[in-house]
């Protein structure tokens, strides 16, 4: 329970982070997801994720910029944040707790198509856009700062993954 409360704490700690691109700003977010779910397995993963959102729902504000309440979850950004539990699922378990940097990477580039696909179909049913659209401004501006978060991500996973493998709960993993 400690670790899947510090996985959303630490989402939470990192979503204020924000550069605005219009309605959908890039955060750290995701950075934050793609570590936890590099290093937790998926259960521990999805449920930090979901605790997260919950207290995003309930109005605490954890989402990006400062935002909180249900009305997020009607937004532009709504797509994204009901896909943010099965980016983490996804990256959890093709990362495999293994702390294996390439292997760490492409779990979160498939995570992160995921989350570009939820993204897009959620932008395009609340705005009423068109696919186009919605990939070139939903999906596009992003790749380029996703790729960097990604790299970010896999650096800290795997300094986590070294320092912490002595720990029983990553023991099991192996």
Known sequence: MTLIALGAALIAALSPFTIPLGPIPITLQTLAIGLIASIYRPKEATLSV????????????VFAGGHGGISSFYGPTAGFL???????????IFAGQKGQPIRIFLANALGEVVLFIGGALGFMLIAHKSLDFAVKFVVL???????IKMTLTTVFAVILYRNLKHLPYFKKAK
């Not at 979901?50 to 504000?61: E, Q």
């Not at 009901?82 to 699922?89: D, K, S, V």
């Not at 501006?141 to 790729?147: A, R």
Request: charged share 5%; no cysteine; net charge neutral.
């Open 50 to 61: 979901l605790i997260y959102l919950l207290l995003g729902a309930i109005g605490l504000p």
């Open 82 to 92: 009901f896909f943010f539990p099965l980016r983490a699922l996804v990256t959890s």
């Open 141 to 147: 501006p992003f790749v380029l700062p996703d790729l």
